[in-house]
């Protein structure tokens, strides 16, 4: 088979950028899901919520998205910090995370969704800075800054997390709570107050990479759903909680897709996620460096 | 409760449908039919997702994409080799039935919330798939000419009559089964899942099975819902099969009616059904559906059982002094 070299290596390359942004997606649900145990499918509304916002400060007031995001990082601290309350008195309390608590995600991604439709409407929303345009070539491989830009970004964002929870007090404390709650409580540590820091953490991450979002493409209300399956899968992929694992697993997933996007059309891109989410499920739940 | 048997309550229900079924003949108004065919739509969603969700605790969030793969097969075997709706409905039965058997064997032997992040990640594939599938229309859509009306032993029904009164017959066959698995030993083990799933294991209730058959019924129902769907719009397209309506409201109305009787989403499904019936007339589709929503909040974190679980925490209050 003749297959077109600089084609495909474009592809690797474009699959690798946007498998860098995908682990700063993923980052937040990594930390709900994989170490907390909360299934948050509503981390993509609160992404697009964050890619909303920085768009509305950026076309307002000419601030740069990536800038705007990091102002926007202790709002959405608070605001993932008291969704988790609500989680913790209504659902995890009673013990009923399972079925309501499913289903209070479900309804607080619809409400996020609907209201972005009511407010801003259905129309493809995009930002405006420097960066987005021009291109960095290499050889026969063109970065184009509108996605490398995000890429780093993402990198720094992820790298930052990762320093958190295996550097700091809190970062250590998150991953004990998310091995044995118990024994945390016995040493004289409040799990509950953990979790909300670790549940505002994650959500925080999700107003940088809805601002990275907004960057490589328009964004409208409904966007999001698309992320649902491929954030979860490479959760899944990579190994519940293991970041190291996420940010391959996230690579793997943007190189596929892009491969697949190129030579059969990026309406099939969707699809690769499923498909890789049910494979993992069929054949080795515990992901690729799954503890 | 009452203990009317399966026999008595069959009956009485059959009974229902027929008085109702009469009462629109004797009425007879069009958008009577259209109207009421989407709330009965949203009574078996409701009652199907229920069988899974409510009695065995599982979150099947794809209800659409089960009411789009029965939509579509009758568009398929309609371009195919044109059959009486009927039997498009047991085809489309068979259909999501082997899919929801198929994401149940790949997904339940797992923790509970992989199967619900599954059932979401599915209604994006099967769009992209049927976005990509030009027999069935692609993302353009399909026309389905949905003839006036029809002729049955010498009578003549208007068309959209004929499709009410399967939905109605859809209905009443779904709330006798919801309530007979309730009240039988399958019931009972469906139970024993949602309580306490690692109890029921080690006392040697075949979970995996159990919840298999259960979300091979529940899947099964909700493509029959959907099989007569095309005919009823006349243009199906993926957008509108795969419509964020019908997975929210399939959660929200037991959600909000109660999900451990058949009653619960009986209630929930004629209420929010007729509201938004009222307020996609009235206001807005946006609004009504984010009305829906924050219902669906609203209830999961004030009223946990339902409307029905109000009602009997009042009744028992009213007892008790």
Known sequence: MDISWDLLLNAIAAGLLLGGFYAAVTAGVSISFGMLDIVNIAHPAFVILGSYLAYFIN??????????SILMLPFFYALGASVYQVYYLSFEKRGQEALRGLAFFFGLLFVTEVSLILVFGVDYRYVEAAYIGPSLHIGIVDFPLRMLVPCLAALALFIGIQLIITRTFIGRAIMAVSQ?????QLMGVDPIRIKRIA???????????GALLIIIQPVEPSVGREYIGRVFAICVLGGLGSMPGTLIAAMLLGVVESITATFY??????????????????????????? | MTSVNTAKFSLITIAAGAVVMAFAHWVHVDYLFFASYTILQFIVLATAWNILGGYCGYVNFGSAAFFAMGAYASVFMHKFYPLPVPVLILISAIVSGIAGFGMGYLTLRLRGSFFAIATLALAVVLQTLVVNWDYVGGSRGAYIIRPEELEFAGITINYIEYLFGLMLLLTVIALITARTIERSQLGFGFATIRDDELAAEASGVPTLRLKLIATTISGAFMGMAGAPFPYY????????????????NSIAMPMIGGTTSWIGPLVGAILLGSAQQYATVTISSAVNLLIVGLMLVAFVIIAPNGLVGLVQGWRRAWRKP
């Open chain 1, 59 to 68: 076309i307002n007031y000419g601030l740069d998205p990536i800038l705007v």
């Open chain 1, 180 to 184: 044995d709650q118990m024994a945390l």
């Open chain 1, 199 to 209: 549940f505002g953490i994650s959500i925080a991450t999700a107003a940088v990479a």
């Open chain 1, 265 to 291: 059309g990026p309406s099939w891109a969707p699809a690769v996620a499923f498909g890789f989410l049910l494979l993992t499920l069929a054949f080795r739940p515990a992901g690729l460096l799954g503890r």
């Open chain 2, 233 to 248: 719009i006349g243009y199906l397209q993926p957008s509108s099969a795969f419509g964020l309506e019908y997975a929210v």
